[in-house]
């Protein structure tokens, strides 16, 4: 896939700055607006700047309604603007 880390990083801040605040949204969506024809591919990568972009404080990793550390992230997760930042 031709998606760089930067354009991946920017598509989940546009993503979760556009959802309400509050709101969370799946990497699913981020992924399938970045290849909508084959957007699976791209879980990983949107996972990895998840990762990256919580770290940086910017972004929360969600499992089950509650925030995780990105060590702790595993299966099903969503991301929601950082706490302060909306």
């Not at 709101?23 to 909508?36: D, M």
Request: with cysteine; glycine share 8%.
């Amino acid at each position: 896939m031709g998606v760089n880390a930067e354009a991946v990083e920017a598509a989940i801040l546009a993503h979760i700055e556009a959802a309400a605040p509050g709101a969370s949204i799946s990497p699913n969506e981020v992924a399938a607006a970045l290849a909508p024809e084959n957007w699976r591919p791209l879980l990983g990568p949107v996972r990895l700047a998840a990762v990256r972009l919580c770290k940086q404080g910017r972004l929360e990793i969600l499992r089950k309604g509650k925030p995780v550390p990105p060590e702790e992230m595993r299966g099903v997760i969503r991301l929601r603007r950082a706490a302060g930042t909306e």
